[in-house]
T-cell receptor, first 110, second 117 residues
Framework: QKEVEQNSGPLSVPEGAIASLNCTYS??????FFWYRQYSGKSPELIMF????GDKEDGRFTAQLNKASQYVSLLIRDSQPSDSATYLC??????????FGAGTRLTVKP | GAVVSQHPSRVICKSGTSVKIECRSL??????MFWYRQFPKQSLMLMAT?????????EQGVEKDKFLINHASLTLSTLTVTSAHPEDSSFYIC?????????????FGNGTRLTVT
C-alpha cells in the first residue's frame, strides 16, 4: 500500500515564526511532490511543487525534498494569521497516481 | 495559471432526487479529470477518474451506478449523484492536471457542497 503520512496537528506557531510541515511517503519510485493549502470549507490550492532533491524557494515558502529518506517538507517563513489552514502533502507515485496525506492543520496566532 | 471551474458551488436537494455537478477546464484541455469527495474534517478521497471519450474508472467501494460520470469533451466532465440520500451529503471537488501528462500538478475546482435533506 502506497502511503503518504503527515502529522495531523494542530500545529500552532506565533505570528512571524517559521512553520515547519513534514511529510513522508512509502513509494520510493515517486517522482513529483506537491504542497496544497486548504482553507476551511474551500478546495485545495496548489502552493508549491518540487521534483528534485534539495530546496525550492518561492516567496515565504520553501519546499525541501530528500528522496533517499523519502521525506518532503514545507517551511513557511514569517508566518501570518492568513496562513492558518490545512496543508496537504501530495505525491505522484510510480503509477502516476496522485496520493494525498491527511493534512496538517496549521494555526498562526497573532 | 490553470483554472478549473465547478458548478454549482452549493446545492440542496431532497432525498431520492438526482444532482448534476459540472467541471470545466477553462484555459486548457483535460482528457482526464478526477473527482474527489471530502467529508468534514477528513482527507480527500478519490472517487473516480473521468476519461474523455471512454468510461470512467471508479475507486473501490464507489458505486458507478450511483455516481454517473460523463466526460463529453476535452473541457467538460459531469458527475451526477443519482437517487441522493442524506449520507451522500459531502463536499465534491473535481480536478485536472495541467500541463497534461505524468507528474503534473492537479488543479482543483472550487468544489460543490451537496446537502441532501
Amino acid at each position: 500500500q502506497k502511503e503518504v503520512e503527515q502529522n495531523s496537528g494542530p500545529l500552532s506557531v506565533p505570528e512571524g515564526a517559521i512553520a515547519s510541515l513534514n511529510c513522508t511517503y512509502s513509494d520510493r519510485g515517486s517522482q513529483s511532490f506537491f504542497w496544497y493549502r486548504q482553507y476551511s470549507g474551500k478546495s485545495p490550492e496548489l502552493i508549491m511543487f518540487i521534483y528534485s532533491n534539495g530546496d525550492k524557494e518561492d516567496g515565504r515558502f520553501t519546499a525541501q525534498l530528500n528522496k533517499a529518506s523519502q521525506y518532503v517538507s514545507l517551511l513557511i517563513r514569517d508566518s501570518q494569521p492568513s496562513d492558518s489552514a490545512t496543508y496537504l502533502c501530495a505525491v505522484n507515485d510510480r503509477d502516476n497516481d496522485m496520493r494525498f496525506g491527511a493534512g496538517t492543520r496549521l494555526t498562526v496566532k497573532p | 495559471g490553470a483554472v478549473v471551474s465547478q458548478h454549482p458551488s452549493r446545492v440542496i436537494c431532497k432525498s431520492g432526487t438526482s444532482v448534476k455537478i459540472e467541471c470545466r477546464s477553462l484555459d486548457f484541455q483535460a482528457t482526464t479529470m478526477f473527482w474527489y469527495r471530502q467529508f468534514p474534517k477528513q482527507s480527500l478521497m478519490l472517487m473516480a477518474t473521468s476519461n474523455e471519450g471512454s468510461k470512467a474508472t471508479y475507486e473501490q467501494g464507489v458505486e458507478k451506478d450511483k455516481f454517473l460520470i460523463n466526460h463529453a469533451s476535452l473541457t467538460l466532465s459531469t458527475l451526477t449523484v443519482t437517487s441522493a440520500h442524506p449520507e451522500d451529503s459531502s463536499f465534491y471537488i473535481c480536478s485536472a492536471r495541467d500541463p497534461p501528462g505524468e507528474g503534473s500538478p492537479l488543479h482543483f475546482g472550487n468544489g460543490t457542497r451537496l446537502t441532501v435533506t
